[in-house]
C-alpha cells in the first residue's frame, strides 16, 4: 500500500466474499530453510478444501506488518517539534519455524524499525532480512523463541489455471485476519511500478485484496500459497507466483538481496524491433555507446520483438557477460557490444 503520513487506516474487512472463521491450526514444527516445504497440509491428491477450511488453516500464519521511517527535524530551531514520522503498512505470513515472514518490498523500503503483529494479537520487532523491489518481495526474520509460528506452505504455481478458485488473506490492522475468495482471472501478466522496474508473470485474480492486505498469501484450493498478493494497481488484484518467489526468497536469505544483469534502458515495441526512448545514465547500454532513438533489432543473434522480449533475453543471462545487439540507426544497420552489470538497487531515472 502507499505510505501515509502519521496514521495508518483500520480495514476491517475485505470487499468481495469475506470469509470469518479464525480456528486455529496445529504447527508443523518444521524450522528449514526457506525452500523447504513445511509439510503443513496432509491431503490427498486431489483433495480441495472449503474456502473456509482454507481460511480456518491459513488465518493463524497471517500477519500485520508495520513500517516507521523517522525524518529528523532540518535544523536546530526545528527541533523543539519534533521529528516528522511516516508510517507503511501492510500484511505478510509465516514461512518457517525459524521466523521467517515474507511481505511486500515496498512496506519495508527505507524504514528504521518494523513491527510485526500476529494473528493472536502478540506485536514484535521484526528484522529486514532482505527485499527485491522487482518483485515486490521481502523476508522478515522475528526472534522465533516464545512464539507459536504456525508456517504456510508454498504450493506449485507451475499447475494454476485461469479459473481456479483462491482466497487472499490479509492481516491490515493487526485484529483476526480477513479474507476475500475469487477466482485466477489471468497470468503471465505484467507490470510497471514507480521506479522504473517491470514486475513479470503475475497472477490475476478477482478476489479484493485491500490497502494493507497486500503481502499476505493467495491460496489455491488445496489451501497452499500459489502467490503472494501485491496491491499494484488500485482496481486489479495481483500475486507473485509462488514458484517465482521461492526463487527470489531463497537468494534472499543468502545474500540479502537479488543479482540480475542489467542493460540500463528505457524501450518500446515498434516494428522493427525495440526502439530505446531512454537509457539510464551511466548505465552499461549508456556506455557502450547506445543513444535514445536506436531500435535493437537483435540480441546475440536472436531477434527481438517487444521490451518484454529484450528483457527476457537479458535475464538469462549473467552479470559480467557480453551480449552483441544488432542496432538501426538512421538508417544504418551495425553490431555493439555491451557488457551487463548487476542491477543497482534503484534504477535511475531518464
Known amino acids: 500500500m502507499t505510505r501515509r503520513q502519521f496514521a495508518v487506516p483500520v480495514v476491517a474487512a475485505l470487499l468481495g466474499g469475506a470469509v ?22 496432509d491431503l490427498e491428491p486431489g483433495e480441495q478444501l472449503t474456502s473456509t477450511q482454507i481460511y480456518e488453516r ?61 494473528a493472536d494479537g502478540r506485536s514484535i520487532a521484526a528484522q529486514v532480512v532482505g527485499k527485491d523491489e522487482e518483485t515486490d518481495l521481502a523476508v522478515l526474520r522475528v526472534p522465533p523463541e516464545d512464539l507459536d509460528l504456525r508456517p504456510l506452505e508454498l504450493g506449485d504455481s507451475s499447475t494454476v489455471q485461469v479459473g481456479d478458485r483462491v482466497v487472499a488473506v490479509g492481516n491490515p490492522a493487526g485484529y483476526p485476519p480477513t479474507a476475500g475468495t475469487g477466482r485466477i482471472s489471468g497470468s503471465g501478466r505484467r507490470v510497471e511500478v514507480p521506479g522504473g522496474y517491470v514486475i513479470d508473470d503475475l497472477l490475476e485474480t478477482d478476489a479484493v485484496i485491500e490497502p494493507a492486505s497486500s503481502g499476505g498469501p493467495l ?37 540479502h538481496k537479488v543479482i540480475r544483469p542489467y542493460l540500463g534502458i528505457r524501450g518500446r515495441a515498434t516494428g522493427l524491433g ?52 544488432r542496432v538501426l540507426r538512421d538508417g544504418t544497420v551495425f553490431d555493439i557490444a555491451v557488457r551487463l ?4 538497487a534503484t534504477v535511475p531515472s531518464g
Open 20 to 41: 470469518t472463521a479464525a480456528a486455529m491450526i496445529a504447527s508443523s514444527g518444521s524450522a528449514g530453510t526457506i525452500t523447504r516445504q513445511q509439510g503443513l497440509l
Open 58 to 118: 491459513a488465518a493463524p500464519g497471517v500477519v500485520a506488518v508495520r513500517a516507521r521511517t523517522v525524518q529528523p527535524a532540518e535544523g536546530a530551531f526545528e527541533a523543539s517539534a519534533g521529528s516528522e514520522f511516516s508510517i507503511s503498512s501492510g500484511s505478510g505470513f509465516v514461512l518457517d519455524g525459524d521466523g521467517r515472514i515474507v511481505t511486500n518490498a515496498h512496506v519495508v523500503s527505507g524504514v528504521t524499525s518494523v513491527q510485526v503483529t500476529f
Open 219 to 255: 491460496l489455491g484450493p488445496d489451501g497452499r500459497v500459489i502467490g503472494i498478493t501485491a496491491r499494484l494497481d488500485p482496481d486489479t488484484g495481483f500475486a507473485v507466483p509462488s514458484n517465482v518467489a521461492r526463487d527470489v526468497l531463497a537468494q534472499l536469505e543468502e545474500n
Open 274 to 325: 525495440v526502439e530505446l526512448t531512454a537509457l539510464h545514465p551511466g548505465g552499461p547500454a549508456e556506455r557502450a555507446g547506445l543513444r535514445a532513438g536506436d531500435v535493437v533489432e537483435e540480441i546475440d543473434g536472436t531477434a527481438v520483438h517487444t521490451l518484454g522480449g529484450l528483457f527476457a533475453e537479458v535475464e538469462v543471462r549473467a552479470v559480467g557477460d557480453s551480449i552483441d545487439l
Open 341 to 344: 552489470e548487476e542491477r543497482p
